[in-house]
Nanobody, 125 residues
Framework: HVQLVESGGGSVQAGGSLRLSCAAS????????MVWFRQAPGKEREGVAA???????TYTDSVKGRFTISQDNAKNTLYLQMNSLKPEDTAMYYC????????????????????WGQGTQVTVS
């Protein structure tokens, strides 16, 4: 099964940018649905951005216009470009994957995904 490793987290001031990476152990394009989740202390895990096997993105409302999900198939890597960061974006960010397609209403349900990375911390002050 696919293995995922996130990187790119860190501390940044409000209004700044970060790019998260999620390196996969195999090519996920056209085979997996991919997603970025985040979880802040004391809060539930929240789906942030997803991409289907054809590369079509979906965003949660709070990040639309600020975050961009993309993938580099040659590098087997999923990205999350985060701009105009806000303190409320502070969280542990996880990438996850699931084989095939997901129904739209399941895209941001954590139970839809069987493969997870270890997470990378993003702190915005």
């Amino acid at each position: 099964h696919v293995q995922l490793v996130e990187s790119g987290g860190g501390s940044v001031q409000a209004g700044g940018s970060l790019r998260l990476s999620c390196a996969a152990s195999e090519n996920t394009y056209s085979s997996y649905s991919m997603v970025w989740f985040r979880q802040a202390p004391g809060k539930e895990r929240e789906g942030v951005a997803a991409i289907d096997p054809e590369g079509n993105p979906t965003y949660t409302d709070s990040v639309k216009g600020r975050f961009t999900i993309s993938q580099d198939n040659a590098k087997n890597t999923l990205y999350l470009q985060m701009n105009s960061l806000k303190p409320e974006d502070t969280a542990m960010y996880y990438c996850a994957a699931e084989r095939g397609w997901l129904l739209q209403h399941r895209v941001f349900a954590s139970l839809s995904y069987n493969y997870w990375g270890q997470g990378t911390q993003v702190t915005v002050s």
